[in-house]
């Protein structure tokens, strides 16, 4: 029974290897090479940790039982979105992502992981035109991390400190600005009841020469096509402060690019490209500059710029370094640490397969999709839809206060059918009342749409 | 047997276009499903549902190639890209390159996992909070801490997050202007002082001294009524580990200050060291480092963070908390400085390393501590008696380092001219991944930072240390042959600019072409 273990990510410890390396280094046995840590430091006695399952077979008994306990959006019809999306993932992107070169390496440079950096390069480039810009940063954490440091850019651009936003974006993101420029000032701008699109008039009066930036959601959280974009910007640029834009991917193959209604610095998360939900594991930040001095010296991120050698050979070397806290460690601009390498890979095989025509088609598809899901939700008894007269991409609100009954009630019983409901908004907004969320992707069907239309009508109506 | 001690290696090398460049007009690499009729009759034209100012004009200029295509490019990238799976990658010290088992990544894959939406109802997703709350413990245990958040998305964002704590704690006692200083030493990581900077603090580096740590005095002569904090990584980069480090902790805390320990190197510490003893308040660990998951080419990551009782109500929501009957996400937490990163955070690094702590157990996890350390040892004593012009600055000569060392190649450049670049370019042509150096600024000449870590076999540390000797040799014999390598890379080294000018930036194919003057 105690018999040691010769472990198989441990080629080392088959007692004879051990005991010929002991011998080379000079020490009697393996507790003497930690002989620098003094007593008081020590772990006093062993680990409680759970029982060793050694062999592979049960680990993976152990583990897929666990899973097994969850139930996922393959078995459900999922109406969630709300910062992270059901989108169809190509098998491409997960062929390429689960590619031992890219999975396993990490920052290695110009030669040995010249692939990786080229990989990285098309990332910067594909982005690049989606968004319609010239310079883009390495992916970041997340959209929310991306949305932050635009902000914090502004600030450094402008030396102001107060950041204008609409009232409608997600708590979520709210949090995260809050922790990320708590040292700045935000103020929030009313949005139009109808639309959901900024109250010009509120902007108007909160803007001066105080103001950093002005950002905005296209779309916003609840969905909304922001119509007034290109004014937004306008009032911007007249008071001396960045327009930053947050932009969802999936939509510009057919929605125009933030670039060309104004947007000085554009941000969004990259989730929607390619990459699988795993319960927000799959998040990544979009983060892209004007093509000016000022703009690229304030981005933190690493920059793999291409040049040619003497052979023809195009090379990938991080460049400007002296910006990153790699580099500079406290006088770099903000801190720069490994954020979702292989998401920018996975988002540039995404943009490759999809081309112009991929894209455009997508944000057809869900557009048409989206439409019907918001025509039909409106048509049923109890249900009213909010902003109504704006535009949607592929998120929608519903309101049932009229049905007396809370969408806490509804989705458990929506459940009950296999189906995820769209996202409680309650809590999140008051003025909203018994208000959720509903997200359509490429993937959702009109059969999808005309079930969940009869189930939620059954539990408002019966 | 064959005696082989070197092989004659060539990384593949493919010239591969850049991606836009292998565009067909016309050309799909995948297709989507027609607009059901149903529905394009009942609302006609795209062109409708988009109100006129937000039509996009000019579709992206993105590539246009069929799928066959698409992946061998992909593919011919990944081969010109040595990860740790198909390479000896011992030279990225500090980094715990290692094995990242497989069976995880089938954990990972599986559509119970990579098919969960962050917002279903906590009724459908027991299973991965189970997962989340049950490591949680097994962290507590492994560092005596008593709380963890893994919503950092690597460690840097943890260390932000400790420093965010730290600023949040000390509002609270009524000292958030006065207490506005951190102190780190300056072998720490880089993030040690710029996260705690992009918090707000002023940051004030320690030297360190011919130990390799900083004395007591040097940090007396800093703490003051303004220290907020202390960020320390145990052992350095070094490898050295600071055995005065409760000291530290004690004056720190006794000036009012709180102290942070930076776990990134903790591979060799398992079962035998950890941030409780040494009284700290904040920990971080790399779960994508320590704890095996694989490193994805920069992230996804996850670092783990780990407080006391007292500031556990700091830590960032929300949490994964159990009421007797199921587990839930508990974003009740008023005191918490918030959120990092929207949901939980990288759960799919969470899901590998349980799994990881799982096959090993607490025997396993000890093993891999002292083999790392050994294999370390084993590595320096050859290296340091075989090649020429190597050297081991600081620490006691006497003493044994923990799981990396950094070496110098101050001697073989003064003798040869080659320097740490270029062995460092020169171990490709071996089949080596590039080395990491030393991190910013680097205070030991011409370094080497390797870390054979406890995947590796004895052979492979025999392999890496004979390729060290030969470029060595090398350098005395034929210095330009190091100087210009690699010679067996995907592309030669010739002309390697250093790019500092935004102007010569060319981040974009776009901005490329435009340099070029390509339509």
């Known amino acids: 029974m105690n018999k040691k273990i010769t472990y198989p990510y441990i080629p080392n410890s088959v007692e004879e290897v051990k005991k010929e390396m002991l011998e080379e280094v000079g020490a009697k046995d393996a507790a003497e090479l930690f002989k620098s840590i003094p007593e008081h430091l020590r772990i006093k006695g062993s680990l409680n940790l759970p029982k060793a399952k050694v062999s592979e077979i049960e680990l993976k008994e152990f583990i897929q039982s666990k899973l097994n306990e969850n139930q996922s959006c393959e ?8 910062g992270c999306y059901d989108h169809y993932v190509p098998a491409v992107c997960d062929e390429i992502n689960g590619r031992s070169e890219f999975l396993t390496a990490y920052c290695g440079e110009t030669y040995s992981d010249h692939g990786k950096c080229q990989a990285i390069f098309e990332y910067t480039s594909l982005i690049g035109e989606l968004v319609d810009m010239d310079v883009v940063g390495l992916a970041t954490y997340d959209g929310g991390q991306s949305a932050g440091t635009a902000i914090r850019m502004a600030y450094r651009l402008t030396g102001r400190k107060e950041v204008l936003l609409s009232e409608n974006i997600s708590s979520q993101l709210m949090m995260q600005l809050n922790e990320y420029c708590d040292f700045m000032d935000i103020v929030k701008i009313k949005y139009d009841k109808t639309t959901g699109n900024m109250d010009l008039n509120d902007l108007k009066e909160k803007i001066s020469d105080k103001t950093a930036c002005v950002f905005i959601e296209n779309p916003s959280y609840l969905g909304t096509l922001e119509e007034k974009a290109e004014e937004i910007g306008t009032i911007a640029k007249e008071n001396g402060a960045e327009f930053i834009v947050s932009v969802d991917p999936s939509s510009l193959g057919v929605i125009e690019a933030p670039s060309n209604y104004g947007a000085d610095i554009v941000c969004g998360e990259l989730q929607p490209l390619g990459i699988h939900m795993g319960y927000g594991s799959g998040l990544g930040g979009i983060l892209a500059c004007r093509d000016e001095e000022e703009y690229i010296m304030n981005l933190p991120n690493h920059f793999y710029s291409l040049y040619e050698n003497n052979k023809g050979e195009f090379g990938f070397l991080r460049s400007i370094n002296s910006r990153t806290s790699y580099h500079s460690r406290e006088k770099g601009v903000e801190y720069l640490g490994t954020n979702v390498g292989l998401w920018a890979i996975t988002a540039a095989v995404y943009l490759s397969l999809m081309g112009p025509e991929g894209m455009y088609e997508l944000g057809r598809n869900i557009l048409y999709i989206g439409n019907y899901a918001k025509r039909k939700l409106s048509q049923i008894n109890g249900v009213d839809v909010k902003f109504k007269e704006g535009n949607i991409f592929k998120e929608f609100v519903i309101n049932i206060d009229n049905s007396g009954k809370t969408i806490e009630e509804v989705n458990k019983k929506l459940l009950d059918k296999k189906i995820f409901g769209g996202k409680d908004l309650s809590n999140e907004f008051e003025s909203l009342g018994q208000s959720a969320l509903y997200c359509v992707t490429e993937k959702t069907k009109k059969e999808d749409i005309d079930k969940l239309v009869e189930e939620l009508d059954l539990i408002l109506n019966s | 047997m064959r005696d082989k001690k070197l092989r004659n290696f060539h990384e593949a090398k493919w010239d591969e276009p850049i991606i ?10 995948i297709l989507l499903p027609e607009v059901e009729k149903d529905l394009e009759k009942e609302f006609g034209e795209l062109e409708n549902l988009i109100p006129e100012n937000l039509k996009r004009k000019k579709k992206p200029e993105l590539p246009e190639l069929a799928q066959p295509q698409v992946l061998r490019h992909f593919l011919r990238l990944s081969q010109e890209t040595l990860g ?37 109802d906590e009724e459908t997703t027991q299973g991965i909070l189970k997962i989340i709350y049950e490591f949680e413990e097994i962290m507590k245990e492994i560092s005596g801490m008593d709380s963890f958040s893994f919503q950092p998305g690597g460690g840097g964002q943890a260390i932000y997050s400790n420093a965010a704590i730290i600023k949040k704690y000390h509002e609270d006692q009524g000292e958030g202007e006065k207490r506005n200083e951190i102190i780190t030493t300056l072998l720490s990581h880089p993030l040690n ?32 009524e303004k220290t907020a904090g202390i960020f320390i990584t145990n052992p350095e980069d070094t490898g050295i580990y600071n055995p005065i480090v409760k000291e530290f902790v004690d004056i720190v805390h006794e000036a009012g200050g709180l102290c942070v320990y930076d776990m990134a190197d903790y591979n060799g510490l398992f079962g035998i060291a950890r941030a409780k003893e040494a009284n700290i308040d904040l920990c971080h660990f790399n779960l994508h480092k320590a704890f095996s998951s694989p490193h994805g080419s920069m992230g996804p990551a996850c670092g783990a963070q780990g407080v006391t009782k007292e500031l556990e109500k700091y830590l960032p929501v929300p949490r994964v908390d159990y009421d007797g009957e199921k587990y839930y996400l508990n ?36 093993e891999v501590a002292e083999i790392s350390v050994l294999n370390s040892n084993y590595l320096i004593k050859r290296m340091l008696k075989e090649v020429k012009g190597i050297s081991a600055p600081w620490g006691n000569k006497d003493e ?7 070496f110098s190649w101050e001697k073989l450049y003064k003798d040869t001219g080659v320097n740490t670049d270029d062995i460092d370019r020169r171990g490709t042509d071996y089949g080596l991944q590039g ?10 000449p011409e370094p080497f930072t390797p870390e054979p870590n406890e995947t590796y076999s004895k052979d492979e540390i025999d392999e890496y ?4 000797k030969k470029i060595s040799e090398e350098a005395y014999e034929n210095p330009e042959l190091v100087k210009t390598a690699p010679h067996n890379a995907p592309i030669s080294y010739l002309n390697q600019p250093i790019i500092d000018d935004p102007k010569d930036l060319i981040v974009t194919w776009r901005v490329y072409k435009k340099k070029k003057g390509i339509k």
């Open chain 2, 435 to 444: 080395y990491f150096q030393s991190h910013h600024p680097m205070i030991i």
């Open chain 1, 75 to 82: 078995e459900y019809t999922n109406f969630l979105g709300a």
């Open chain 2, 465 to 468: 240390v004979e390729i060290f």
């Open chain 2, 193 to 224: 002082a710029a996260a705690p900077h992009t918090k707000g603090f002023k940051v004030i580096n320690l030297m360190p001294n011919e130990t390799g740590y900083p004395s007591i005095e040097d940090l007396k002569e800093v703490v003051s």
């Open chain 2, 400 to 406: 044994y380092r923990t799981e990396q060392v950094r």
């Open chain 2, 331 to 366: 974003y009740d937490k008023p005191n918490s400085i918030g959120k990092l990163r929207k949901f939980y955070g990288v759960i799919a690094v969470v899901l590998r390393a349980y799994a990881y702590v799982h096959t090993l157990g607490e025997k396993g996890l000890k």
């Open chain 2, 20 to 29: 836009f460049e292998l565009s067909t007009k016309g050309q799909r690499g």
């Open chain 2, 84 to 120: 740790q799976d198909i390479n000896i990658d011992i030279g990225l010290g500090t980094c715990t390159m290692k094995y990242s088992p497989k069976i995880n990544e089938q954990f990972v894959r599986n559509p119970k996992f990579s098919e969960l939406h962050p917002l279903q």
